[in-house]
């Protein structure tokens, strides 16, 4: 209790207003089947930064109490840096099952036979730089609680905050000292982070450290994806980084259904549209198409999961929107 109210106290003496591309923020949450667990970290900055001034913190449950790992390594500007849930035996079982690493092993039906695929989007190992937390301690010695913190173990309705060492939260995920349930919901009531990947929306360009808000809503600055979804960690595109060619325009064209599960889009634009692309996370453009000078119009996903950017070209200028294939 003294040291939430100490945190209380500190916050109170700060300005909670979210800070413009000059510290780190996080950028994704992975809260997958299992052990499947991971927080993006991202730099907005032009600096290179060294990660062992910060560390990450869970408040389970509602706690006032945080458990908080000190983090290690570096994140070049512009740039991420993925934490992760450190559970690779892969002969664990339950709550040692490790962390998916995109190789499955079957019996074929035909020929009786083990067989072990490889699929990239499922390989949430390779996405990881600093692996943490390998012992969950569940005992009541508070010396052996701080030698293992439970930081990633979080769940659908823990807060986790993001902070210099000894100072304040410079980004804080859910609400501090409030349990919501089983999770944090949009407004009707849909889980948004159980079994769920957020991606901060590219407009985010700080972390949030109000812990005065009155209700966590992850749909203001998060994109929402299905479970155990891995592709885009590793890159952010974010309004910080002045080489972005994919800065949002919403004023200009709107796409829907958005978010869709649906393999076609729907765009109405302002003025008359000349040429569409959908460019994926590594700004590779995966589809471009010609349009007869139409203001509305409708084009095809790819089938795999993740944010795209769509890029509108018409009579005057070029404008994008993100759009969540899910």
């Known amino acids: 209790m003294k040291h939430f109210f100490t945190l209380i106290i500190t916050f109170l003496s700060m300005n909670f207003l979210q800070s413009q591309c000059d510290e780190l923020f996080i950028s994704e949450y992975v809260e997958g089947w299992s052990n499947n667990k991971a927080i993006e970290i991202y730099n907005p900055t032009a600096n290179t930064i060294d990660l062992s001034g910060y560390s990450l913190s869970r408040y389970a449950n509602g706690g006032q109490t945080p458990s908080s790992t000190q983090l290690e390594g570096t994140i070049e500007p512009y740039s991420t840096f993925v934490v992760g849930l450190d559970k690779r035996n892969p002969d664990g079982i339950e709550f040692e099952a490790p962390m998916w690493d995109g190789y499955f092993t079957f019996t074929d039906s035909i020929t009786d036979e083990e067989v072990t695929i490889y699929t990239e989007e499922d390989d949430l190992q390779s996405k990881v730089d600093l692996f943490v937390n390998p012992i969950y301690y569940t005992g009541t010695n508070p010396n052996e609680a701080i030698a293992n913190p439970s930081t990633m173990y979080f769940n659908g309705n823990d807060a986790v ?52 808000i009155d209700f966590f809503d992850p749909t203001l600055e998060w994109d929402s994806l299905p479970a155990n979804t891995f592709v885009n960690l590793g890159s952010h595109e974010c309004e910080c980084n002045p080489e972005s060619q994919l800065l949002e325009m919403s004023n200009q064209f709107i796409t829907y259904p958005n978010p869709t599960n649906q393999s076609v889009i729907n765009i109405v634009s302002q003025h008359e549209i000349q040429n569409v692309k959908v460019i994926n996370h590594l700004g590779q453009v995966i589809t471009n198409k010609a349009i007869n000078n139409r203001r509305e119009t409708h084009i095809e996903l790819p089938n795999q999961k993740g944010i795209y950017i769509i890029s509108v070209k018409d009579n005057f200028n070029t404008s994008n929107q993100s759009v969540v294939r899910k």
């Open 161 to 212: 905050t993001l902070e210099p060492i000894g100072a304040y939260p410079i980004d804080i995920f859910g609400k501090v000292n409030f349990d919501p349930g089983v999770a944090w919901t949009d407004s009707d009531g849909n889980y948004w982070t159980k079994d769920h990947t957020l991606i901060r929306k590219s407009s985010i360009t700080g972390g949030q450290t109000d812990p005065f």
